[in-house]
């Protein structure tokens, strides 16, 4: 068991995706918490995270014939999964005692270490209605709704933690902007100390995640002080507002000594955005067994005894038989290809070159650049032996835009089908993420630069040899090699300023039809060497062990 007062770092995270089966998590940003506070576990680190229940989840994504999102409610039991604790927080909404409870799911490392992540429920008998359902739905509703999840991560968050007897917590780590209220509660207990901001400064680390502005919460200046109340203290009140906006990340950067972006270039975007303040990076990563598939985990096993413990020695991949590597490989994409055709009756079959592309369906991800110009996606596959498409990702409900996006990608899928074998996996989820980046052949990317921060389902990809296409933006300009790990999609931004639509769906189309398809048909002791680069070279970097080793060396324990 763990003794809480011996924790000393608590990660904050409006989401945590870490298991299938509890839905309280939309994507990159929860799975990478999960990831981090597994390699957390594994590394026997003193660490214990901090989120919402979210009774009813995000939501489970259905499509109609047209390609219209239809979106139902997850319900899930979290007595199945969690384990409710006796103590209880209380803080004041809009004037409002709110009772919490709490939850606490044990996450187990390699090494039987347990990190505890703590999930806050409102849903009490002693509160109103409302203030009962503020943990039900992430991402749900309107900005009140938003405001209120975040003060009870924020404050409750802080006020569960002294009460469960976590009581040394040295570093509170925001993963994102949307537990930044935090430090409005850490300022109370410093307030009467010399220099009460620093105080708080040298608790908090801060980890922005998007150069896209909607990422970046803020609220009215009277919706906050409404919903706040007294838990601004008075002395700071006049200088928590830019704008006449409570903004989140302006409140993680002031009130956080250590300040870090997700990869190099979002290092460098982030110092751009939010002059004044010293921002470094981290670049991300993946939790290298979780999201290394079956057959791959037994090779390694086979090759590179004690790997689980230690994702570096992924380097030494390069000597595996390239035999093994393909088989390996097959088998994945043999799992895909079978569950593809059982559940959609897509028709796919195991030889036939397979490109993936899977993430949130929002317009800036360009999902649509593969069909841009159909005629000549036809062309290639009929020059070939053919390609086959998967591709999957949920739209936010209120993303219009994302999903007429969504909408068009399944149009353009119709009228290529006679050509070429597509699917489009509804609900995209930990468990379809898992099949489909180790099940592919090649994984696309796209995005409108420099927006992507990092971006992580090419990193999963990687760790199983699936080669990767993109963009350069994000991690992958840390992790591409041409003709080596992968390939590159448009300019490089050292060289263009803007990626022009037009330009990057050339360079995709003559690459896919003169490089990457000939290889993967013609030269495949070729591909198979990218394979074992790709795992090589970019597995034993981009995973979240040596991630949480350098916030532990930079941010935690300094
Ligand atoms: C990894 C993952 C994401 C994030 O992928 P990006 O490449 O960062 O967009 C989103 N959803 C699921 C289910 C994932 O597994």
């Not at 995706?17 to 998590?25: A, F, K, V």
């Not at 030889?351 to 110009?373: H, M, N, P, Q, W």
């Not at 198979?528 to 324990?557: C, D, P, W």
Request: include cysteine; proline fraction near 4%; charged fraction near 25%.
């Amino acid at each position: 068991m763990v003794n809480f007062a011996d924790l000393s770092v608590a990660y904050f995270s409006m989401e945590i995706g870490m298991n299938p089966d509890i839905p309280t998590y939309s994507g990159g940003l929860g799975i990478l918490a999960g990831d981090t506070l597994r390699s957390c576990a594994d590394l026997k680190l003193p660490v214990v995270g901090v989120t919402l229940l979210y009774k009813k989840g995000y939501f489970k994504q259905e499509l109609d014939a047209d390609g219209n999102q239809v979106e139902h409610e997850m319900n899930w039991d979290p007595s199945a999964f969690l384990h409710p604790m006796p103590q209880q927080a209380e803080i004041m909404l809009e004037g409002r005692r709110v009772m919490i409870k709490a939850w606490v799911y044990n996450l187990m490392g390699s090494t039987g270490r347990i990190v505890p992540i703590i999930f806050l429920d409102t849903d009490l008998p002693g509160n109103s209605d409302y203030d009962r359902r503020i943990t039900q739905y992430l991402y749900g509703f309107d900005e009140k709704y938003r405001l209120a999840q975040e003060i009870i991560l924020g404050i409750g968050g802080v006020k569960m933690l002294e009460s469960i007897g976590c009581c040394n917590i040295q570093k509170h780590h925001m993963n994102e902007g949307h537990s930044a209220i935090l430090a409005l509660e850490l300022y109370k207990r410093y307030s009467q100390a010399d220099e009460p901001i620093e105080e708080v400064r040298k608790r908090c680390v801060f980890t922005t995640h998007t150069p896209v502005p909607a990422g970046h919460d803020q609220f009215p200046r009277e919706l906050a002080e409404h919903m706040l109340g007294e838990n601004i203290l008075p002395d700071i009140r006049e200088e928590l507002y830019i704008n006449n906006k409570l903004n989140m990340t302006y409140l993680g950067l002031r009130f956080s000594k250590f300040i870090n972006g997700v990869a190099k270039k979002h290092g460098e975007v982030s110092r751009n955005m939010f002059p004044g303040y010293h921002i470094e990076s981290i670049t991300n990563g993946v939790h290298s067994y979780y999201w290394i598939c079956e057959s791959f985990q037994k090779l390694f096993d086979k090759y590179l005894p004690g790997w689980e413990y230690d994702p570096f020695s992924l380097r030494y991949v390069l000597g595996i038989p390239k035999e093994e590597i393909w088989s390996a490989h097959q088998k994945a994409k043999q799992q895909l290809i079978g569950w593809v055709n059982k559940h959609y009756k897509a028709d796919m079959k195991e030889e036939i070159f397979t490109i993936g592309f899977a993430r949130r369906v929002a317009t800036y991800k360009r999902g649509d650049l593969l069909f841009s110009d159909i005629k000549w996606l036809m062309k290639i596959a009929e020059k070939f032996k053919g390609i086959q498409i998967i591709y999957a990702g949920k739209a936010h409900p209120k993303d219009t835009a994302g999903k007429e996006l969504l909408k068009r990608i399944i149009s353009k899928m119709q009228e290529v089908s006679h050509k070429i074998k597509v699917c489009y996996v509804k609900n995209y989820d930990i468990a379809t993420a898992k099949l489909l980046v180790s099940g592919v052949d090649l994984w696309l990317n796209t995005p409108q630069r420099p927006q992507e921060a990092s971006g992580t389902s090419g990193m999963k990809a990687a760790h199983n040899g699936v080669l990767h296409f993109s963009v350069l933006d994000g991690w992958w300009l840390e992790g591409h090699i041409e003709n080596i790990t992968g390939w590159s999609i448009g300019a490089h931004p050292n060289d263009s300023k803007e990626n022009v639509p037009e330009e990057d769906a050339e360079d995709m189309y003559t690459k896919l039809e003169y490089i990457i398809i000939p290889r993967f048909y013609e030269e495949r002791d070729k591909w198979v060497e990218m394979m074992k680069h790709a795992i090589a070279i970019n597995g034993s970097f981009f995973n979240t062990h040596r991630m949480v080793q350098q916030y532990v060396l930079n941010a935690y324990f300094k």
